[in-house]
Structure formats: structure tokens, C-alpha cells
């Protein structure tokens, strides 16, 4: 099943040109933290992948860079190991080099994470917080057969013309002899008719002798 996506959280944009993936960042540089310093010593970031939405905090990240020249000036810094804050550890592809298959293939194969199908946008939680309650709804309708007590409601009607009192009774059951409800259906509104109720009897005035 194709996972859901929110589109209004910052992403990576998978179709730049100027991404870099970078393995083995100490785990002390949060995304912010390293975006920030990058961008004062090489040049603007737009925005820096870490994965958290997709798995736990790891050492792998994508950069995604304003420029070719960044790239290339933080390629000829990182082979110079002339970046303070990455140890020569740490390693990088960019894409200008390899291609946006093979890059986007060598993250999937580190990280598990296929970022180029999804195109950039992890699954939101916000959105399986919908399905959830969604799920759990449907479930809560779902008849499993077991009674459910209801409140009784009796409403009794004399009808004029036919004499009958009409009883409405939340409590019968299917089985029971039931009349269509005068003032519209409803799934728990069953009316039962009752016998006709006998007429009142007449006074009669006796006269004396």
C-alpha cells in the first residue's frame, strides 16, 4: 500500500541538482546545528536530510545546497579535510558526479530508505493519525452480535380513525410485531401496535318509579 504523504512539511527537493550525500556525521551535529555551519562556512543550504522522519537518528544525511559552486567548494574543503567540524571519516557522493540514480540508489542502499520513489517526503504522522481514527470508527460500528442496551422511550397515540394505540418502544426487538413509525424511520425507533382500547362506557341515569 503506497504510504500517505503530507505535502506542507519541508522536504528534500529529490529533483535539485545540487545534493550531496555524506556518511559518517558525528551524531553531536543535530540537522539545524549542521546546516547552520555549513552555510556560514561554504555557502547557503537549503535544507539537510538526516532521516529522522524515516528511521532513528543516524549518520547519514543528504545536503541540499543553493549552488553548483557550493558543491564543488565543499568537495575540494572535504578532500582537503579542511571542514572543522567532519572528521576524515566522514565520506561523500555528490550528485553532479554519479548521477541522480546511482546517488539516490547508494542512499537506499545505506539507509534503507527508497527517498527518490517517495520523492523526498517522508510519511507524515499526522496523516496516520487520521487513518487511525478512521480505523477506529469503522471498527466501533461493526455489529458483533452482542446486545446493546438502549434507553426506552414510550410515547403512547390514540389514532382517531383506526382507535389503535400506537406504542413506540426502543427496546423491541426484530422479531416483534412491528408497524412502520408515523413520524419517520429510525434504526433503533420501532413502533408496536397494541389492541384497540375499549370504549369508555356510557353513564346511564336511573329513574325512580
Known amino acids: 500500500m503506497a504510504a500517505e504523504f503530507n505535502h506542507n512539511i519541508p522536504s528534500l527537493n529529490v529533483k535539485s541538482d545540487f545534493l550531496v550525500y555524506v556518511w559518517n556525521v558525528p551524531l553531536s551535529l ?103 481514527r478512521k480505523n477506529a470508527r469503522t471498527n466501533s460500528n461493526v455489529n458483533d452480535g452482542v446486545p446493546t442496551p438502549t434507553v426506552i422511550l414510550r410515547v403512547d397515540l390514540t389514532s382517531q380513525q383506526t382507535q389503535e394505540r400506537i406504542v413506540y418502544d426502543r427496546t423491541a426487538t426484530n422479531s416483534s410485531a412491528v408497524a412502520p413509525s408515523a413520524h419517520g424511520t429510525s434504526s433503533n425507533l420501532l413502533a408496536v401496535l397494541s389492541p384497540p382500547a375499549p370504549p369508555p362506557l356510557k353513564a346511564v341515569k336511573e329513574e325512580n318509579d
Open 30 to 132: 543535530n540537522g539545524r546545528e549542521l546546516k547552520k555551519r555549513l552555510s556560514q562556512l561554504i555557502g547557503l543550504v537549503r535544507f539537510i536530510e538526516t532521516f529522522e522522519a524515516w528511521i532513528k537518528r543516524s549518520d547519514n544525511v543528504i545536503i541540499e545546497f543553493c549552488s553548483m559552486e557550493s558543491v564543488r567548494r565543499f568537495a575540494v574543503m572535504m578532500s582537503e579535510g579542511s571542514v572543522p567540524f567532519l572528521s576524515r571519516k566522514t565520506g561523500f557522493h555528490d550528485l553532479a558526479t554519479f548521477g541522480r540514480q546511482q546517488f539516490f540508489a547508494l542512499v537506499y542502499r545505506d539507509t534503507g530508505v527508497d527517498i527518490l520513489r517517495t520523492n523526498g517526503m517522508p510519511p507524515s504522522e499526522w496523516q496516520l493519525q487520521i487513518q487511525r
